[in-house]
C-alpha cells in the first residue's frame, strides 16, 4: 500500500473534478481536475527531465495555480518539493542549491539572467522557468505532452517535502517533512477545525511556507472547497472577498490591517465561521479589538515547520487572548525545565512534543538533529511556555533570538553578519521591537565610525539580504552593552527603545 499523500488528496477530490479549487481574483477559476491533470502532466516533464523519485526540486515562483500544480506534481511524482521565499536574493538563492543538491531548479520567469548563472554555479542539472513559453519553460513544456497519470508509491517515512527554517546561528536548515507527518497533520486540522461542505477559504498567505501550503491549502482540499487565492493581501480586495467566504486563515498583520480600515465591520464577516491566526503571537489589543469591532473571536493556535500545528483553541468553546489552545490530536506536548525534567501545571519550562506530526530531522545535520531531540523522542522546540491543569498552552517566549515580522521569522545574525562586514563597521545587535503592523520590527544598533549613514547600510544589505529582513531602522550607538562574560545584553535594547514605532513616536 502506498502512503504518498496525493493519494490521500486525490480520494477526497476524486467526486468533485468538475467543481471550482483556485480562482483567482480578478482571473480564471481552475477546477480540481484541470489542476490534477497539468499536476501529472509536470511531473511527467520532470520526470523526463531526469528527476527521480526521492530527488530535491528546488522552487522559487510566484504564488499561482500553475505553482500550486507544481507542488502536486513533486508529491505525485515521489520527489521533494523544497519552496523558498520568493524575497531571496541570487546570493541567498545559491546557498540553498547548494545545501539541497536538487535535481531540478525551478524559478519565476524574468529572472533567468540573475538565477541561471547561480543555478550553473552550484551544479544544478536542471532547471526550468514557470512561465508559459519561451525555452525552458515547465508550464509550455507540460502543455505538449500526453500525462502519465500514475502516482508514485511512497512509504509513510519517505520525505515529501524539505522546507528550510534557521537557528541562532543564521545558518538555515532543511527540515524533512514526510508524506505521514504531513498527512497525519492535514487530517487533524481538518477534523478539528470542522471543515464542512461549502466552505470556501479565503487563502491569502504565501505558500513558500507551511502555513499557506500546508495549514490552509490541505484543509481545502481535505474538503474539496473551493480557495479564493489571492495573490497578496489588499485590504479592499480582501474586504469584498471576505463576503464570498467562510474560513479565513491569517498572520497578526492581516488582522491589523483589516482594522486600520474604519469601515471595515460586520457587514463584511457575515458569511464567515471562522478567522484563524497564526505565524506570530496575535497581540491582546488586536484579538480583543477585532472581536469588539466584528463579533468574530479569532482562533489562534500554533505551530511549527517542524511539527506543523501543534495546539489549536477550540472552534467552538472559550478562545482566550493569550493562549493557543490545546495540543492536536496525536501530539504529545510537555513542558520541562532545562534537565528535561516536567514542571508543575502553571509553571513557564521548555516546550517539548512528540507523535506522528513532527519531522524526523534536518537535511544532512547530524550534530543538530543529535541536539533537537531527546532520548525518549521529544523534539525541543525552543519556545517556552506553561500547560493549565485542563491542558490550555500559554506561550511565553523564544528561547532564541528569533524575530517574527509580519509573519515571517528572521534571524538576527544572519543580518549582523553582513552587517559586521561592512566598511566602517565595527559590531551590531539585531533586535525585533514592538510594531503596530508587523508585530516586530527588525531594528539594528550599530558601532560605526561617524561617516557611516542609514543610507550606507541600507544600500548595502539591499543587495544581498532579502527586503523582509532589512532592518527598519538603524540606531549608532558607541559600545554594544555587555555582561561579564562578554556577551550582547540585547535585552537593555529591548526595553530603552520599546516605544520606537509606536504611534507617539513616528
Known amino acids: ?10 480520494t477526497k477530490f476524486a467526486d468533485a473534478l468538475t467543481a471550482p479549487f483556485l480562482s483567482v481574483p480578478g482571473g480564471l477559476t481552475y477546477t480540481y481536475g484541470q489542476v490534477d491533470r497539468r499536476s501529472a502532466c509536470m511531473a511527467t516533464v520532470l520526470a523526463m527531465a531526469g528527476a527521480k523519485p526521492g530527488d530535491r526540486i528546488v522552487v522559487q515562483v510566484d504564488k ?4 500550486v500544480a507544481l507542488y502536486f506534481a513533486c508529491l ?9 521565499n520568493t524575497a ?35 551544479g544544478v542539472p536542471t532547471t526550468f522557468t514557470l512561465s508559459s513559453k519561451g525555452t525552458g519553460s515547465l508550464a509550455k513544456a507540460a502543455g505538449e505532452i500526453s500525462p502519465v497519470p500514475a502516482v508514485v508509491h511512497r512509504d509513510t517515512d519517505d520525505v515529501a517535502c524539505m522546507v528550510y527554517t534557521s537557528g541562532t546561528t543564521g545558518r538555515a536548515k532543511g527540515a524533512m517533512l514526510t508524506h505521514r507527518a504531513i498527512a497525519t497533520n492535514a487530517r487533524a486540522l481538518h477534523a478539528i477545525w470542522r471543515f464542512r461542505p461549502g466552505d470556501v477559504l479565503l487563502h491569502i498567505l504565501p505558500i513558500f511556507h507551511i502555513h499557506g501550503l500546508f495549514v490552509a491549502l490541505h484543509c481545502a482540499v481535505l474538503n474539496a472547497s473551493e480557495v479564493l487565492f489571492c495573490p497578496r493581501f489588499e485590504t479592499d480586495e480582501v474586504r469584498e472577498l471576505l463576503r464570498q467566504s467562510s474560513v479565513m486563515m491569517g498572520v497578526p498583520t492581516h488582522y491589523s490591517r483589516l482594522l486600520a480600515d474604519p469601515d471595515f465591520g460586520p457587514s463584511d464577516c457575515q458569511t ?8 506570530a503571537p496575535l497581540p491582546n489589543t488586536v484579538f480583543n479589538e477585532f472581536t469588539a469591532r466584528t463579533g468574530h473571536t479569532i482562533c489562534e493556535r500554533y505551530g511549527m515547520t517542524e511539527s506543523g500545528i501543534i ?6 468553546g472559550d478562545r482566550i487572548a493569550g493562549t ?19 514542571v508543575p501545571v502553571d509553571d513557564i519550562g521548555n516546550l517539548q512534543v512528540r507523535g506522528p506530526h513532527v519531522f524526523p530531522g534536518y537535511w544532512q545535520q547530524d550534530d543538530k538533529n543529535a541536539e533537537s531531540f531527546t532520548a525518549d523522542g521529544f523534539f525541543r522546540t525552543g519556545d517556552v511556555g506553561s500547560v493549565a491543569a485542563d491542558g490550555r498552552l500559554t506561550l511565553a517566549g523564544r528561547t532564541s533570538d528569533m524575530i517574527i515580522s509580519g509573519g515571517y521569522n528572521v534571524y538576527p545574525k544572519e543580518v549582523e553578519i553582513l552587517l559586521d562586514e561592512l566598511p566602517g563597521v565595527s559590531e551590531s545587535a539585531v533586535v525585533g521591537l514592538p510594531h503596530p503592523d508587523l508585530g516586530e520590527a527588525i531594528t539594528a544598533f550599530v558601532v560605526a565610525e561617524p561617516h557611516v549613514t542609514d543610507d550606507d547600510l541600507a544600500q548595502a544589505l539591499d543587495q544581498s539580504l532579502a527586503a523582509f529582513k532589512q532592518p527598519k531602522h538603524y540606531v549608532f550607538v558607541t559600545a554594544l552593552p555587555r555582561n561579564a562574560m562578554g556577551k550582547v545584553q540585547k535585552t537593555q535594547f529591548r526595553v530603552t527603545h520599546a516605544d520606537l514605532f509606536t504611534a507617539d513616536s513616528i
Open 1 to 10: 500500500m502506498s502512503h504518498n499523500i496525493y493519494e490521500l488528496f486525490a
Open 311 to 316: 495546539a489549536s483553541n477550540p472552534p467552538e
Open 324 to 342: 493557543v489552545g490545546y495540543a492536536v490530536p496525536d501530539i504529545e506536548l510537555r513542558v520541562v525545565d532545562d534537565k528535561d525534567e516536567p
Open 64 to 67: 499561482s495555480a500553475d505553482a
Open 76 to 84: 505525485r511524482g515521489g520527489f521533494v518539493y523544497v519552496p523558498i
Open 272 to 279: 464567515i465561521r471562522m478567522f484563524t491566526c497564526g505565524s
Open 88 to 122: 531571496y536574493t541570487p546570493e541567498e538563492v545559491g546557498f540553498f542549491l547548494g545545501d539541497a543538491d536538487p535535481a531540478v531548479f525551478v524559478y519565476k520567469p524574468g529572472r533567468a539572467s540573475k538565477l541561471q548563472p547561480v543555478a550553473d554555479l552550484t
